[in-house]
């Protein structure tokens, strides 16, 4: 009973380096959502996906980039990353878009970057 | 834009008391609402989801109130234990992909 699943749950970077976020869902959701949540702010949405080969920016997409080779996996990456992006990163899936299905999410993956 | 405030930021109640957890909305063309709970260090487990066309939605010691006319939404926890005790998020779903979330309130239920 997996639901969401991320990968890594911790990282720290340098200022400059690059990684990949992993996303993997096991619902057969099509709908696929990464957010970023800092301190007193709510989820603010980086990027979204409709299905398999197709991605969306959200409301902060600068420095992120994204991919959906696969229907089951979503995957988020930073190619130098920035202080600013430092923050915990939430990945969700739902199973349409407008239903009364609520989004899934995973545990979040805690990214410090120095 | 849609923006979602949830006011308290926190709160501290004694085990057993009501909870009332407020939040507003400043678009109402919205398609549903939904409450989430995060406890520290974790992800979102969804509580209830309101769809635009109801008033309320009721899950064991939990109800929710949607008065989309006015922007506004109430999440009641009845008879409050110290398990309750976490970051409650209120989310507005407009008629796209998106959900715009509130920063959230943060409970304590003390023993």
């Known amino acids: 009973n997996a639901g969401v699943t991320q990968t890594p749950k911790f990282r720290v970077l340098k200022t400059g380096q690059s990684m990949t976020l992993l996303c993997a869902q096991d619902?057969?959701?099509?709908?696929m959502y990464w957010y970023r949540q800092d301190p007193g702010m709510g989820l603010r949405l980086i990027h979204y996906?409709?299905?398999?080969?197709?991605?969306a920016k959200g409301e902060v997409p600068d420095g992120y980039n994204v991919s959906r080779l696969k229907k089951q996996n979503f995957l988020l990456g930073l190619e130098s990353a920035a202080p600013s992006q430092t923050s915990v990163y939430f990945c969700a899936s739902s199973l349409q878009r407008i239903s009364n299905q609520p989004q899934h999410f995973g545990d979040g993956t805690r990214l410090s970057i120095l | 834009k849609q923006e979602v405030t949830q006011i308290p930021a926190a709160l501290s109640v004694p085990e057993g008391e009501n909870l009332v957890l407020n939040c507003s909305f400043t678009d109402s063309a919205i398609y549903n609402l939904q409450w989430f709970r995060q406890d520290p260090g974790k992800g979102l487990t969804s509580l209830l989801l309101i769809q635009s066309s109801q008033r309320e939605q009721t899950s064991g010691r939990l109800n929710a109130s949607l008065d989309k006319s006015s922007g506004r939404s109430t999440l009641y926890i009845a008879a409050s234990q110290p398990g309750d005790s976490a970051t409650y998020l209120c989310?507005?779903?407009?008629?796209?992909?998106?959900?715009?979330f509130g920063a959230g309130t943060t409970v304590t239920v003390r023993a």
């Open positions: 989310a507005v779903r407009p008629n796209d992909y998106k959900l715009s």
């Open positions: 996906s409709v299905g398999e080969g197709t991605t």
């Open positions: 619902m057969n959701h099509e709908y």
